[in-house]
């Protein structure tokens, strides 16, 4: 059963779903999170809708280099402390083409990782 966490963050991702359509790839949820799959083009938009939307702590930013796939998974946590929302952000990369936009304009401390 999700927590608390995932299913205040799913109002979020269904509505991410209808403001970007096709670029949200898919909407998982996880005990502790929701995670919304997104499209490299799309990386940053949504992340400025998230911080729309009240959600105003980045958490962290990781990637994770596939090679012998010749692809990298780039994610990103974020929460809403006043309501408590926990969402991920991620998206996949060709490893020989892995150019993303920069969140440090949306979250100051992204310029950190």
């Not at 779903?17 to 999170?33: R, V, W």
């Not at 939307?53 to 946590?77: C, N, Q, R």
Request: proline letters at 4%.
């Amino acid at each position: 059963m999700p927590s608390a966490l995932a299913t205040t963050g799913q109002s979020t991702a269904n509505q991410a779903k209808s403001e970007f359509g096709d670029a949200i790839l898919e909407i998982q949820t996880c005990p502790t999170d929701v995670i919304l799959k997104v499209t490299p083009a799309a990386w940053k938009a949504v992340h400025l809708f998230l911080k729309s939307d009240g959600y105003d702590m980045f958490i962290s930013l990781a990637a994770v280099d596939w090679i012998k796939e010749g692809m990298i998974w780039v994610v990103s946590h974020v929460y809403d402390t006043k309501k408590k929302r926990r969402i991920s952000v991620k998206t996949q990369l060709p490893r020989d083409a892995a150019r993303l936009d920069s969140l440090a304009e949306v979250w100051e401390g992204a310029n950190w990782h």
